[in-house]
């Protein structure tokens, strides 16, 4: 079950014509059916642990299954909600714009059963329990109507006046050294060359 090695990896640098082998455990997925009759291709899963019990085997395989979960939920903060959004300059903005971004994604989930559905010509309808965060959204607007606001409204104001026209910015952005990069080739065969 070794792989092939084709590119540039871990394993470029090893002295020796072959990989060395590494012990751990080989998980293969199947499902019994696809939609439209398909023929299901069987899932390959490797952990480094060599000596799993059944139970771990059953939480890697369904924590496998969990990961599209999490890969959509970073999609929407990153997409819908903004998160990789501002050029911020300092790691503890950073940090408060993360926390920001979460209790934004938290409000969307608990706004979802009281959201309307504005939904797109193509979408389907759907209840309003199972709505996507992204479709919550669109209606979360519509939930101030609904509730019930304690505080008074907010008076309008006029923004700040800013920095005076003709004056120079005196807090210029941080520039931070990216590192020295090297340049590598691009397949085994190229590097192998370049080592003579």
Do not use: C, Y
């Not at 990153?78 to 934004?104: C, E, F, M, N, S």
């Not at 309008?156 to 050294?177: E, Y």
Request: proline letters at 9%.
């Amino acid at each position: 079950m070794h792989p092939g090695l084709t590119h540039r990896g871990p394993w470029l640098e090893h002295a020796h014509e072959e990989l060395p082998i590494l012990h751990g455990t080989l998980i293969r997925l199947m499902v019994e059916h696809l939609p439209g009759e398909r023929d299901p291709e069987p899932v390959w899963l490797w952990s480094s642990a060599d000596s799993a019990t059944p139970a771990d085997i059953g939480r890697w395989w369904q924590s496998f299954l969990r990961r599209f979960d999490l890969e959509h939920t970073f999609r929407l903060r990153k997409q819908t909600l903004g998160w990789t959004a501002p050029k911020i300059r300092h790691v503890g903005t950073a940090d408060l714009w993360t926390w920001l971004v979460i209790a934004a994604h938290t409000q969307l989930r608990l706004a979802r059963p009281i959201t309307e559905d504005l939904r797109r010509p193509w979408e389907r309808r759907t209840e309003p329990r199972r709505l996507t965060l992204a479709r919550g959204r669109r209606g979360f607007g519509n939930v101030r109507v609904t509730m019930a606001r304690p505080a008074a409204a907010p008076k309008p104001s006029r923004p700040g006046p800013g920095r005076p026209a003709g004056s120079k910015n005196k807090h210029r952005a941080r520039h931070h050294d990216v590192g020295k990069t090297a340049k590598r080739a691009e397949s085994i065969k190229e590097h192998r060359a370049q080592r003579g």
